[in-house]
């Protein structure tokens, strides 16, 4: 399907848009996924130096598009995109011109304004396009995140762009969601029995969902001290990740069937007191150390912070959802900067055997895992015990059962490219409701409050270690292991 658009990036020249959002279209446009007559229009506070094309052919130098860039291509995608200069305070005469440019008699050719701009500024933003009468019936806003950083703020944003957008024009963006292999998982859930009868306490043991980076906070200075890995990758990314794990089968797959849903583990999560946080949540910050053989600063190095900070840069948590299906299954959330290694990964991992009925197998019997790959790349295993084939006595080995779900030649588009074209065409199944991203931040918010009135400072752990000693003990404790430490992987991968 080829959609076309009118798209306004909010922040155009900044980071977000640069390193993700044109990457993004332009890999779409390459693949034939954006007709060529959508409009882009990029406003900046500045406007940009040079010539449109020349600009993006830099931008693209850095941040590479998921296909090869053309010259040709980059011509004709460049003669989409224009650039606006504006202000997101006050109205004028730009604000003139920008209405002028998206004057459309058809109310069936989409408008998409995307807030890449800070969470302060979607409020006046938001506030102008509905003075110059930009929220008419073919726009839509798309928010990107962090919504606010606790409660209070996050209600009164959403209480602000409802003035100007209905809920159904309203898109807020958790792009893991636009995650390939998050799509296999509803696909793989809802469209198989085979799983449905095997989601659950009786048969689940544990569920563990890790989003590691090996990145440090390298140029976001301003944004993460004071943010923190909980309301930056836990409040959003990873609770996401867990509602689509735990929800139970939407009647349809359409958008307010699967918020629902999702809202329904949100409100099942367990709050935690305060003894159970100091038990069962654990946040660090990096330490200097090494990456890959190159020593790499500490956490207030790279920020060139005069005080200490108590900004934790890793969280590991076991999260408990009270209902039928999940009681007594721990769920065991963990994301971290400067870990040695990138993935994104769910691992179910289920119980084991009640009884080994053969003497050769003995006790060294795994249990079985289902594991769900994001990234860096899509796939989807099965961990199951088999019969040793070269071995001599009765013996067991663990293998794993790879499901190939891209195909040879399919070309990663992105969860941006993605998101955007469901925002152009209407369809929120994978954007977050306003109710889940409160429940989301009252869930977040007794933690970080609780954090706030300690005197404790975070854990630290060396740069490229796998974090603190604490979430190491977090499992082991439950006599449990973090799916990457186990032998078995490196045995069967
Ligand atoms: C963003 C966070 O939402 O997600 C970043 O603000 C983080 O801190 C990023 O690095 C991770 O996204 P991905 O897709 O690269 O895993």
Redesign the pocket.
């Known amino acids: 399907m080829v959609d076309v658009f009118d798209l306004v990036i909010f922040g155009g020249s900044g980071d977000l848009s640069r390193k993700k959002l044109l990457p993004a279209l332009y890999a779409g446009f390459v693949a034939g996924r954006v007709a060529p007559d959508s409009r882009i229009y990029l406003t900046s506070r500045s406007g940009l130096k040079g010539a449109v094309y020349d600009w993006l052919k830099e931008v693209f130098d850095e941040s590479h598009p998921a296909c090869p860039v053309e010259d040709a291509d980059l011509k004709a995608f460049a003669s989409m995109v224009s650039v606006v200069e504006l202000g997101l305070t006050e109205g004028g005469d730009d604000w003139e011109g920008l209405k002028m440019s998206l004057a459309c008699d058809d109310d069936a050719r989409p408008l998409v304004h995307f807030l890449a701009i800070p969470p302060g500024l979607f409020t006046s933003t938001c506030e102008l396009l509905g003075k110059y009468e930009l929220n008419g019936k073919r726009a839509r806003v798309v928010l990107e995140?962090p919504l606010g950083h606790d409660l209070a703020s996050a209600q009164a944003i959403n209480a602000d762009v409802g003035r100007t957008f209905e809920e159904s024009q309203t898109f807020r963006i958790d792009?893991y969601l636009g995650k390939e292999a998050v799509q296999n998982l509803l696909a793989l859930r809802f469209s198989n029995i085979l799983f449905e009868e095997l989601w659950s306490g009786r048969t689940i043991d544990h569920i563990q969902i890790t989003?590691a980076?090996d990145l440090g906070v390298e140029g976001r200075a301003g944004f993460y001290e004071g943010t923190g890995a909980m309301r930056?990758?836990v409040q959003n990314?990873l609770l996401q990740l867990l509602c689509l794990v735990a929800m139970e089968p939407p009647a349809r797959m359409d958008a307010d069937s699967i918020r629902d849903e999702k809202l329904k583990v949100l409100k099942s999560l367990k709050q935690l007191s305060g003894p159970e946080i100091d038990r069962d949540v654990v946040r660090a910050q990096y330490a200097s150390g090494a990456m890959r053989g190159e020593a790499v600063g500490s956490y207030s190095e790279d920020l060139e912070l005069e005080q200490p900070s108590n900004t934790e840069t890793f969280v590991a948590l076991k999260a408990h959802i009270e209902n039928w299906r999940w009681a007594g299954v721990p769920f065991y959330l963990r994301t971290g900067k400067r870990l040695p290694d990138r993935f994104?990964e769910i691992v179910i991992q289920f119980k084991q055997i009640p009884h080994s009925p053969h003497p050769g197998w003995g006790n060294n019997i795994s249990p079985n895992r289902f594991i769900i790959r994001l990234?860096p790349e899509d796939h989807l295993a099965l961990r199951m015990m088999v019969k040793n084939h070269s071995a001599k006595a009765e013996t067991l080995k663990e293998v794993e059962m790879n499901l190939d779900v891209t195909g040879d030649n399919a070309v990663r588009l992105g969860p941006y490219l993605r998101l955007i074209l469901d925002a152009a065409r209407g369809d929120q199944s994978l954007f977050v409701h306003r109710d889940e991203v409160e429940h989301a931040w009252r869930w977040v918010d007794r933690i970080i409050e609780h954090w706030d009135q300690s005197d404790e400072p975070p854990e630290t752990y060396q740069s490229g270690t796998w974090g603190p000693y604490e979430a190491h003990d977090l499992m082991t404790r439950d006599r449990r292991e973090w799916f990457h430490e186990t032998s078995h992987r490196k045995a069967v991968r």
Do not use: S
């Open positions: 995140k792009h989003i980076e930056d990758m990314h994104a990234q």
